[in-house]
């Protein structure tokens, strides 16, 4: 690819074509969860930036287990997916982009 192409190609829109809920966790409503599960020294975000600059992949590992073990109840999903399409919103409230959820089990179920 040319100069010129990549330059082109750079200014192109870019769009969200697939995301897990659980790795778009805006890290503010993390801190709000690991509050609400007692987890109190990663209520504070500067920790929590600084648990999320992984060493090395087993670090990695570790803080997805972590993360994920914050989701506890029904709640506590509905919380972080309302959070992650707040964070999709432009300054004026106007969504980002448009996205089509799909749950793959219901909670609970098999």
């Known amino acids: 690819m040319t100069s ?8 192109l829109p870019k769009v969200e074509l697939h995301l897990h809920l659980e790795g778009a ?4 409503a ?5 509050r609400k599960h007692g ?3 990663a209520a504070d975000l500067d920790a929590l930036r600084e648990r999320f600059r992984f060493r090395d992949f087993p670090h990695f ?3 997805w287990v972590w993360k994920n073990g914050l989701l506890r109840e029904l709640d506590d999903f509905a919380f972080v997916a309302e959070a992650v399409a707040a964070s999709w919103l ?6 980002r982009l448009i996205a089509s959820l ?4 219901a909670w609970g179920e098999e």
């Open 25 to 28: 966790i805006p890290l503010p």
């Open 61 to 63: 590992i570790d803080t």
């Open 90 to 95: 432009d300054e004026e409230g106007r969504a």
């Open 39 to 41: 987890e109190k020294e």
């Open 4 to 11: 010129r192409s990549a330059d082109r190609f750079d200014a």
């Open 30 to 34: 993390l801190a709000e969860l690991a």
């Open 102 to 105: 799909r749950a793959e089990a």
